[in-house]
């Protein structure tokens, strides 16, 4: 049974700095994709980022880029999303994925796997 397990979130002001990890269980880094969603209250659940080692790929939503970086640690198999210049609006539960290499989860596809959450509160 896969299993994911989120840290690192909390509660930061805006233009600080957040790293968030996921540890995977009965899972491999190297051929599905991996990565993020969050959830703000009251909206719908939307992609941030993945990472698809097996197709050598990386995604951001627009509203991310050039703040959150995904990287991966195979040897703990565990991913990262460093987000850095935190606004208001990052604020969310974020939850880590997994899905097909393809990273099509992010667009619409099914999501394999869930983990449970975490939350990010972004405020002065």
């Known amino acids: 049974q896969v299993q994911l397990v989120e840290s690192g979130g909390g509660l930061v002001q805006p233009g600080g700095s957040l790293r968030l990890s996921c540890a995977a269980s009965?899972?491999?880094?190297?051929?599905?994709?991996i990565g993020w969603f969050r959830q703000a209250p009251g909206k719908e659940r939307e992609g941030v980022s993945c990472?698809?080692?097996?197709?050598?790929?990386?995604y951001y939503a627009d509203s991310v880029k050039g703040r959150f970086t995904i990287s991966t640690d195979n040897a703990k198999n565990t991913v990262y999303l460093q987000m850095n210049n935190l606004k208001p609006e990052d604020t969310g539960v974020y939850y880590c994925?997994?899905?097909?290499?393809?990273?099509?989860?992010?667009?619409?596809?099914?999501?394999?796997?869930w983990g449970q959450g975490t939350q990010v509160t972004v405020s002065s």
């Open positions: 990472v698809s080692i097996s197709y050598g790929t990386t």
């Open positions: 994925a997994t899905g097909p290499p393809d990273g099509s989860s992010w667009h619409g596809g099914t999501v394999a796997y």
């Open positions: 009965e899972f491999t880094l190297d051929y599905y994709a």
